[in-house]
């Protein structure tokens, strides 16, 4: 049996006045295939079809999507990974707006990375070379940096569903933290400052949806703890 | 707006230790009223009104009460401003919680000091 049962979510706000589902037959000819590969044959069966991609390697984080129910990235979820009973289906990333069929306009994802300022800011004069670093400090930087921004995680959180306007959700915390462990950094002060509402950290119940879905296999809950930690000690 | 009316000069940290500390008191008064009632199985009407004539019961327990009202207060706003969008209706159930609340607590420090 390699023929699988492909549902995917259509809404074309042009032509459709409610979201529907198109069901496909993909013959994979027995091959574990990612599920990116199976979006592109049903492009072939029906152009008007449209996501995002374009490393498909998981390093560029277009192509976060809902399969099978879980967030991932469609390039690294290989089809057994995913499929149940010879079944896929394919939606948008939840809670964003969806601008057409598996493409979501992220701009409140965005807005919510830009808040948490994620650039190095330092008020002391550059040296002549570098700003160094020890090897420990650099250390800790580890399990932030490597973020792609895919939006699988914020995607994922009941919080950040619920309130995407002031909760600044997994992805922004997880480079929040990235920026206040650097030390290089001397504007720890201020970004707190920026951070101790009860919406932009506090909004975050643990629940690790965030963890569960990282195709990084990052943990943002983590990292916000320890930014309560840094908040409560510094309000303490 | 309700973050603005019904949460002065509050913010998240302080949010945040108030459920915590709360949370610990009411831990520590259930383990005590649980181990008591253990203790304590053919509990009469004297014996129980004897335990509440204590200074230290009264502050105990009022202090329990105050707790429930702090943890209630802080995770109905929360459940609240997470799940009633429509302003108007969130700001009349969180009105309705703190008067609740308030009722409780000057309810409660009547029965406890009328022991």
Same mark, same amino acid.
């Not at chain 1, 970004?191 to 296999?217: A, Y």
């Not at chain 2, 002065?8 to 610990?24: C, E, F, L, T, Y």
């Given at each position: ?53 374009? !490393?498909?390697?998981?390093? *560029?984080? $277009? ?7 879980? +967030?991932?990235?469609?390039? /690294?979820? @290989? ?67 490597? !973020?792609?921004?895919?939006? *699988?995680? $914020? ?7 619920? +309130?995407?306007?002031?909760? /600044?959700? @997994? ?66 | ?115």
């Amino acid at each position: 049996m390699s023929t699988l049962q492909v549902s995917v979510y259509r809404y074309n706000p042009e032509n459709d006045d409610a979201p529907w589902m198109q069901d496909f037959q993909i013959d994979t000819q027995g091959r574990d295939l990612m599920v990116l590969n199976v979006l592109q044959m049903i492009k072939e069966q029906d152009s008007s079809l449209v996501y995002r991609a374009s !490393c498909r390697e998981g390093v *560029c984080g $277009s192509d976060g999507m809902n399969m099978n129910g879980k +967030n991932g990235l469609s390039c /690294v979820t @290989p089809l057994s990974e995913v499929v149940k009973n010879n079944r896929l289906v394919l939606r948008p990333l939840p809670g964003l707006p969806v601008i057409r069929d598996l493409i979501i306009d992220m701009s409140l994802f965005y807005k919510q990375y830009e808040r948490i300022q994620p650039y190095l800011q330092n008020d002391e004069r550059p040296p002549s070379i570098e700003r160094l670093q020890s090897p420990e400090d650099r250390d800790k930087l580890d399990g932030l940096y490597e !973020c792609i921004l895919c939006a *699988c995680c $914020s995607t994922s959180c009941p919080s950040f569903w619920w +309130n995407p306007d002031k909760f /600044v959700g @997994p992805a922004g915390l997880l480079q929040a933290y990235r920026f206040l462990a650097d030390s290089r950094d001397t504007h720890t002060q201020e970004r707190l400052s920026e951070l101790d509402d009860p919406f932009s950290v506090f909004r975050c119940r643990g629940i690790m949806n965030c963890v569960n879905v990282c195709p990084k296999g990052l943990n943002p809950t983590r990292a916000i703890g320890k930014i309560r930690e840094m908040l409560v000690r510094n309000t303490a | 707006m309700v973050i603005n009316i019904l949460n002065p000069g509050r913010n998240g940290v302080a949010d945040w230790m108030i459920q915590r500390a709360s949370a610990v008191i009411l831990g520590l008064y259930s383990i005590f009223m649980v181990a008591y009632l253990l203790f304590n199985p053919d509990l009469d009407y004297a014996a129980w009104s004897g335990l509440f004539s204590h200074i230290w019961m009264k502050v105990f327990t009022l202090l329990a009460l105050l707790s429930v009202a702090a943890h209630a207060w802080v995770g109905l706003w929360i459940v609240a401003t997470d799940y009633i969008k429509p302003a108007a209706i969130r700001f009349g159930a969180l009105l309705f919680v703190i008067l609740a609340l308030f009722v409780f607590v000057v309810w409660g420090v009547q029965v406890i000091w009328g022991v």
